[in-house]
């Protein structure tokens, strides 16, 4: 499954809606650790089928990022049907992505 660029206009129907896992990525083009981590986001959007993967660039989408109380990046939020589960704040490799999925 692609990743889906996630906006305020579409938050709530792609995330928030959904049921089922959606790992949301909130990143910044400037921000080194996110470059590092977005291959592995796109990975697990490539190759693990039941989980949707939502990227939200805070510098476009500053209001989104404050809602969810994200002050450093990058986050990443599992929601599970509409709430959030968990959590990681920095970069961490797949392995632990993937725990966060609990995969």
Same mark, same amino acid.
């Given at each position: 499954?692609?990743? @889906?660029?996630?906006?305020?206009?579409?938050?709530?129907?792609?995330?928030?809606? %959904?049921?089922?896992?959606?790992? @949301?990525?909130?990143?910044? @083009?400037?921000?080194?650790?996110?470059?590092?981590? $977005?291959?592995?986001?796109?990975?697990?959007?490539?190759?693990?089928?039941?989980? *949707?993967?939502?990227?939200?660039?805070?510098?476009?989408? &500053?209001?989104?990022?404050?809602? %969810? $109380?994200? &002050? &450093?990046?990058?986050?990443?939020?599992?929601?599970?049907?509409? *709430?959030?589960?968990?959590? &990681?704040?920095?970069?961490?490799?797949?392995?632990? @992505?993937?725990?966060?999925?609990? *995969?």
């Amino acid at each position: 499954m692609a990743e @889906v660029i996630l906006t305020a206009e579409n938050f709530d129907n792609e995330v928030l809606n %959904y049921e089922g896992k959606v790992l @949301v990525d909130f990143w910044a @083009v400037w921000c080194g650790p996110c470059q590092m981590l $977005g291959p592995i986001v796109k990975d697990i959007a490539d190759t693990v089928t039941d989980v *949707k993967v939502g990227k939200v660039d805070c510098d476009a989408q &500053s209001a989104l990022a404050m809602k %969810y $109380g994200v &002050s &450093s990046i990058p986050t990443l939020v599992v929601f599970e049907n509409g *709430k959030e589960v968990n959590r &990681s704040v920095g970069f961490i490799p797949k392995d632990r @992505v993937l725990a966060l999925l609990g *995969k």
